[in-house]
């Protein structure tokens, strides 16, 4: 069988690593980034008509500000994102799940929204109107991937552009990613590349424990 390799920031690292032995998988911890906050200041909440959040991160790092935005109604990119924001003491109305432009298109027409991200982030469509605040930044680390035969597994796009980055041998490596964006983000000569077709842990999971057992 071969190991996972759980590239995401901690703490998701540990919450994933945990569940992974539970499924039986050798884990290898090899998170690519380290998350922390920034500064940031909460606008107005009634200049939006709803919070847009793409990252469980914004929620965690967002400190004492978000306790300004508690009123508004969440746009969630997907389940595992929903999850967090109902956990912060937020109401959800939307849920995604099939990216952030897909979510925005069950929005009403001109709807303002206030969008909580990272420093990197990708912009929504511009047909939107989106105002993105960065809550959080995620610093690249220096990290050796383990020789031989593995499975990755990538939580995001910029996780797969980043581990594209580090691979020496990209044919020993097979990508377990949770959407196509992510996958793509990886490029070409893996030993293979799966995604699943909605964001949900889960699968990505049950997706990753097949490709180490192949």
Not at 36 to 56: C, G, K
Not at 80 to 91: E, K
């Amino acid at each position: 069988m071969k190991p996972l390799l759980i590239l995401r920031p901690e703490p998701g690292n540990s919450a994933t690593a945990t569940r992974t032995r539970a499924l039986g998988l050798e884990v290898r911890q090899c998170p690519l980034f380290a998350v922390e906050p920034v500064a940031w200041a909460a606008p107005d909440p009634r200049d939006y008509d709803f919070l847009l959040v793409t990252s469980a991160n914004a929620l965690r790092l967002g400190g004492e500000e978000l306790a300004r935005l508690k009123g508004m109604a969440v746009v969630a990119v997907g389940p595992m994102t929903a999850a967090a924001a109902r956990a912060a003491g937020f109401d959800v109305a939307v849920v995604g799940s099939a990216g952030v432009d897909a979510v925005l298109a069950e929005l009403p027409a001109g709807a303002r929204l206030l969008h909580l991200a990272g420093v990197e982030h990708r912009r929504p469509d511009e047909r939107y109107r989106v105002t993105t605040l960065s809550l959080y930044r995620a610093t690249p680390l220096d990290i050796v991937l383990p020789d031989g035969p593995c499975v990755a597994l990538v939580h995001s796009p910029r996780a797969g552009a980043r581990l594209s980055e580090l691979a020496d041998d990209r044919s020993t490596i097979a990508v377990a990613a949770i959407s196509a964006a992510a996958a793509a983000a990886c490029g070409e000569g893996w030993a293979t590349v799966e995604f699943i077709a909605q964001p949900d842990e889960t699968a990505l999971l049950a997706l990753a424990a097949r490709l180490c057992q192949e």
